[in-house]
T-cell receptor, first 117, second 115 residues
């Protein structure tokens, strides 16, 4: 069974710092890896998706990398801002099976990030 | 437009009630999902629909009954729930099963309280 672990569980830093959030998964047979942010009591906002054949994706101040063979991904946040405060979730999509259907995501427990003004 | 809408936003129900949660997307996506999220926990997959057919049921109790009437709409029918079923229920959609790039987009969720 796929297990996804995120480190650290919580992080509090001053504004302006560059951050690295870590995600690891036990089964390298993944299809995609997706990073989300979740604000308290809200739904999930998709940040980046990395396909299993890719190594990196960038969107604005965010950069996500994937090392599928070692079962690791990192999310790099540059020049952090108070508005970045949220819980960041890493999720992997299992390999699409020959049944022709989509598959769901397995999530880590998240990193709770606080950016101090 | 990458919007998934869910109604209602909040729902309080007794253990003998029957209620339904609704999810809608107009992005032309052909895969739709239900997830359950308990407080301080990550979302957990419940059901997956691919091309309006139920493709995955993660051993969810029968008191939860999903329905996909058309490609834009996903319902979750609730009956005889237990207090431990109280959670945030999240709906998601993605473009098409089997695509290499299958980004999932989530709705804001329905906060369910079972008394």
């Amino acid at each position: 069974k796929q297990e996804v672990t995120q480190i650290p569980a919580a992080l509090s830093v001053p504004e302006g710092e560059n951050l690295v959030l870590n995600c690891s998964f036990t089964d390298s047979a993944i299809y995609n890896l997706q990073w989300f942010r979740q604000d308290p009591g809200k739904g999930l906002t998709s940040l980046l998706l990395i396909q299993s054949s890719q190594r990196e994706q960038t969107s604005g101040r965010l950069n996500a990398s994937l090392d599928k063979s070692s079962g690791r991904s990192t999310l790099y946040i540059a020049a952090s801002q108070p508005g970045d405060s949220a819980t960041y979730l890493c999720a992997v999509e299992r390999r699409w099976y020959s049944g022709g259907g989509a598959d769901g995501l397995t999530f880590g427990k998240g990193t709770h990030l606080i950016i101090q003004p | 437009d990458t919007e998934v809408t869910q109604t209602p936003k909040h729902l309080v129900m007794g253990m003998t009630n029957k209620k339904s949660l609704k999810c809608e997307q107009h992005m032309g996506h052909r895969a739709m999902y239900w997830y359950k999220q308990k407080a301080k926990k990550p979302p957990e997959l419940m059901f997956v629909y691919s091309y309006e057919k139920l493709s995955i049921n993660e051993s969810v109790p029968s008191r939860f009954s999903p329905e996909c009437p058309n490609s834009s709409l996903l319902n979750l029918h609730l009956h005889a729930l237990q207090p431990e079923d109280s959670a945030l229920y999240l709906c998601a959609s993605s473009q098409a099963p089997g695509l290499a790039y299958n980004e999932q987009f989530f709705g804001p969720g329905t906060r369910l309280t079972v008394l």
